[in-house]
């Protein structure tokens, strides 16, 4: 069955870097698109960062946009995202996800996410 | 941008209620609409794609409906297990999710 399994949350200082990673099982990870999504402790979510399943293509929320960056190693089936300048309001659970089959859809399976603390 | 408007934030309602909670999208989204059951310190679940397609597995009390900027998620007899915050997303441009319905006990 599809899983995703995040790792890499922790506590670290505002400024400092962070890479989290989503281990993939399960599926064919090279065709399909794959996101980082995001939720603040007691808020909704937010979508984070895209890529698509060739890496051509990467988008990412205005919110992190020139701090973080995805990636993806299909041979080992990881998504990643490394996040650079790391701020108080970049704490939250983060979610890896997948989109289901196509172009620009809705994402059918979620890790269980794992927890980024920015603080001094 | 688009900005996704759920409403209401809160609902309270029992077991067996009928419950309707709508999402408003800035602009037209077409049919890219899905629906997302969170419980606490769980990851979000499929329920609704395409504003209406039941995602397999989901009980068919849950039912979508909507296009372009008005979309409702209904719940037709609410049961024990459906306690939890309901989430709307537009996959139009980009993805952005609305703030989410919490359906909590009366």
């Known amino acids: 069955q599809v899983q995703l399994v995040e790792s890499g949350g922790g506590v670290v200082p505002p400024g400092r870097s962070l890479r989290l990673s989503c281990a993939a099982s399960?599926?064919?990870?090279?065709?399909?698109?794959m996101h980082w999504v995001r939720q603040a402790p007691g808020k909704g979510l937010e979508w984070v960062a895209v890529?698509?399943?060739?890496?051509?293509?990467?988008n990412y929320a205005d919110s992190v946009k020139g701090r973080f960056t995805i990636s993806r190693d299909d041979s080992n089936k990881t998504l990643s995202v490394q996040m650079d300048s790391l701020r108080p309001e970049d704490t939250a659970v983060y979610y890896c996800?997948?989109?289901?089959?196509?172009?620009?859809?809705?994402?059918?399976?979620w890790g269980h996410g794992t927890l980024v603390t920015v603080s001094s | 941008d688009i900005q996704m408007t759920q409403s209401p934030s809160t609902l309270s309602a029992s077991v067996g209620d009928r419950v309707t909670i709508t999402c408003r999208a800035s602009?037209?989204?077409?049919?890219?609409l899905a629906w997302y059951q969170q419980k606490p310190g769980k990851a979000p679940k499929l329920l609704i794609y395409?504003?209406?397609s039941l995602e397999s597995g989901v009980p068919s009390r849950f039912s979508g409906t909507g296009s372009g900027t008005e979309f409702t998620l209904t719940i037709s007899s609410l049961q024990p297990d459906d306690f939890a915050t309901y989430f709307c997303q537009q996959f139009n441009t980009y993805w952005t999710f609305g703030q989410g319905t919490k359906v909590e006990i009366k």
């Open positions: 996800a997948r989109e289901r089959g196509g172009s620009h859809a809705y994402f059918d399976y």
């Open positions: 395409k504003a209406s």
């Open positions: 399960g599926f064919s990870f090279s065709l399909y698109a």
């Open positions: 602009q037209s989204i077409d049919n890219s």
């Open positions: 890529i698509s399943k060739d890496a051509a293509n990467k």
